[in-house]
């Protein structure tokens, strides 16, 4: 059984016509529905979020030291909006974990649950196509210099 990090992040700009207490325990049974057991759930307010790490650096020492205090390794953080492919990345190297945002996590849920091999195959084009959204520019460096 994985352990894994909730965090919801409560914008104190758009606020949500829903509780942060509410959205949160949603969370909880999203994890639970795939047997991941919760080391933390956490509600965390956010001003403006960062556009290379979702979080201020504040908070990812804060996520950091929890984890080293602990030591909880592969543990996985799961945030509770939808992040970027750059803030994903940068946020997996920062903490040295595996970091989810919501739709991963449902495509997780979805892909457990998939009965038939027409389920998990639709499963699986589903997630392709969200990752394939999220590779784009990825691979920018292999891309020819144009002329003009």
Known sequence: MNLCWLIHPNSLI???RRTPDSALSELKSLASAI???IYEAN???ISNIKPGTFFGKGKIEEIIQNLQKD???NCIIIINSNISPIQQRNLEKLLK???LDRTALILEIFGARAA???G???VELAHITWQKTRLVRSWTHLERQRGG
């Open 35 to 37: 047997n991941l057991k």
């Open 71 to 73: 030591k909880i390794e």
């Open 43 to 45: 509600i965390i307010n």
């Open 116 to 118: 038939t091999k027409e």
């Open 97 to 99: 974990t595996k970091v």
């Open 120 to 122: 998990a195959l639709q």
């Open 14 to 16: 758009n606020k949500s």
